[in-house]
C-alpha cells in the first residue's frame, strides 16, 4: 500500500488548493467560504519516483462557526490515525492565529512527522511572514503559493523525504 499524506490546517488557508497542485488534476471544488463539503478528499500523489495518498482533510469541514473548531479535531484526529506524514497548513496572509495554535496542540501529542507549509506566500514581501511560524516548533516552515504553484516542489521535497 501507498504511504498517506494528510494535509491538516484551519478553513480557508488553502488545503484544497494546494491538494489539487498536489494531484495534478482540477477536480476539487475550491471556494472562498469555509465549510464546503463537496471537495474531493483522496488523490495520488507522485514525486521523484514516489507514490502516496494524500487526503485533504477538509474535505470533511462542518458548516458554521461554531463548528469550525470541531472540524478542526475531527481532521487532526483523522490526520493522526491515517497519516504517514502530516503537512500542517498556516496561512501568511493572515498570520498565525489561535486557531493554528490549537491545531498545533492536537498535532504535537500525534508523534507523526509533521511539514508545516504556510500558504499565500505569493510575494517576496509575505515571504517574510512564514518566520514567525517557526514558534509552533514543528522545524523550518515551507513557504508556498497554491494560486501560483510557488514552493510546491519545496513542499513536496520535504514530504517525500519524511515518507
Ligand atoms: P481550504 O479551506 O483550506 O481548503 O482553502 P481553499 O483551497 O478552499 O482556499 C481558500 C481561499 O484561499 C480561496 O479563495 C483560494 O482561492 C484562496 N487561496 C488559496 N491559495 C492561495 C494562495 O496561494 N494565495 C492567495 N492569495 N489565495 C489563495
Ligand atoms: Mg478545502
Redesign the pocket.
Known amino acids: 500500500a501507498r504511504p498517506v499524506v494528510a494535509i491538516v490546517?484551519r478553513?480557508?488557508?488553502?488545503?484544497?488548493?494546494?491538494f489539487n497542485r498536489i494531484i495534478g488534476e482540477r477536480l476539487a471544488i475550491?471556494?472562498?467560504k469555509?465549510g464546503?463539503t463537496r471537495?474531493r478528499i483522496y488523490g495520488i500523489g507522485e514525486w521523484n519516483g514516489k507514490s502516496f495518498s494524500i487526503i485533504?482533510t477538509?474535505g470533511i469541514?462542518l458548516d458554521g462557526e461554531d463548528m469550525i473548531l470541531k472540524s478542526i479535531r475531527m481532521q487532526a484526529e483523522l490526520a493522526m490515525e491515517e497519516a504517514d506524514v502530516i503537512v500542517f497548513?498556516c496561512d501568511a496572509?493572515s498570520g498565525l492565529t489561535q486557531s493554528d495554535e490549537e491545531v498545533a496542540n492536537l498535532l504535537y501529542r500525534s508523534g507523526k512527522p509533521i511539514v508545516i507549509a504556510v500558504?499565500?506566500?505569493?510575494n517576496m514581501e509575505r515571504a517574510d511572514h512564514i518566520y514567525e511560524f517557526y514558534n509552533l516548533g514543528f522545524g523550518d516552515p515551507i513557504g508556498?503559493?497554491?494560486?501560483?504553484g510557488m514552493g510546491v516542489g519545496d513542499l513536496l521535497d520535504a514530504i517525500v523525504e519524511k515518507l
Open positions: 490546517g478553513p480557508n488557508v488553502g488545503k484544497s488548493t494546494v475550491v471556494e472562498d469555509p464546503i471537495d485533504d477538509g469541514e497548513m496572509k500558504n499565500k506566500v505569493d508556498v503559493s497554491g494560486s501560483h
